[in-house]
């Protein structure tokens, strides 16, 4: 019933209660009682709902009139409500029982750092307990400097994998971030060990068999020198392949060196990573010692920052001279190599351009692979191991830099290093 038709009916019975006080002289008094009855009818009724109300578990009232059009519409509103909730409570359930038995770690952490959920993978990977640890700060339950700078920082574009302190063996976690809801934070936590140490013995392996080569290597390059420099007492028809010996043997000299190289700058063993490198000074130095070596080459700096870079200065020239040494060799004789270092916005770049052959964006993508090679043809000509931009890679992962490659076909390269902050 609508509240019009509730007040029409109020009025009737007023008007009837004023005629009826009306035939027998008490007009005043017979409008009062029945509006007080009303009123008192009214606060019954809403007495009624309201104890309904403050506890709807109990069976809904028996009310009449507008109160029971009322409380029909609330029952009605509430019903849908439950059931929402229901649904709501059963999604949440139905996604932490999937979440719960996936094998990799989850968490669900609040806006201010506290454990919200983690399903049962996440327990032995974290060291975490249940329920005892849900409403802790995550923080202080995951050691290791590593992971809470990650954790705060709040910079999750990309994964982060660390040695998860305590135990016995060692054990590598890799651990990726989302932002969710506001502020709220689901981590995926994955144990890494075993891919870790697959990694370390490939490259352990990679190491051992070039450092055994190169004993080999050296006693038959020696002997093959020797023969050489007494080469007019040689038959010409060994002439030629003695001396395709040697240019080979050379070869296979240059790639265990920069296996081994690489190895080094892997394993983190290279070198000391603490110095404050000038990147100017050590663009100078390179490009005179380069100049040196390719007199043809017109080697052009331009040295627009001061700013240094903390990281190994032996490291660091190794990775640029191969960039120059590709840029030379990948251009025209005459062409120009411009070596660069400047600030862009927050951050600082080093690069090496050429107005050389350029590089199909088809490869770009696998350019830093070990061996990756353009051309097979274009490789044996230019005589490059095949690890050089590999090395770069290395390098600028072991400085927190990003290897940038633009290049077209016909029109040159520009390999940069982009480095998020100098010394
Ligand atoms: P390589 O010893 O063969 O030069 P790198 O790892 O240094 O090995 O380079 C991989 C491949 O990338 C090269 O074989 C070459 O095809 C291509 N490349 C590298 N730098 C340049 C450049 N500046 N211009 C054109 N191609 C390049």
Redesign the pocket.
Known sequence: MSGLKAGLKIALLVLGAAMLGWIYGYTATAVMITLSAVICFWLYEIDKVQRWLSDPEQNVPDTSGICSDLLALIYFHQRKSDQVQAQLQSTIEYMQSSLAVIRDGVVMVGEDGIIAWFNRSAEPLLGLRYPEDTGQRLTNLVRGPEFADYFLAQDYSEPLQFEATGGGEKVFLRVEITHFGEGDRVLFIRDVSDSVRMEKMRSDFVANVSHELRTPLTVITGYLGTIEANGEDLPQRYRRPLNQMGQQAHRMESVLHDLLWLSKIESGQSARMDEAVDIGGLLQELRDELGDAYPKATLLLELSSKRSVIGSYQQLYSAVS??VI??I???GENSAVTISWFEEHDKSKLSVS?A????DAV?LPR??ERF????DS??SA?G???????I?KHVAAAHGARLLIE?RIGE??T?SLIFSSGG
């Open positions: 191969n960039l590709n840029a060799k990948y251009s050429d050389g052959i350029g590089i490869h350019l830093t990756y090679r353009v051309d274009r490789n230019t490059g191991t095949g690890l050089g931009l590999a770069v290049s040159g390269s390999f």
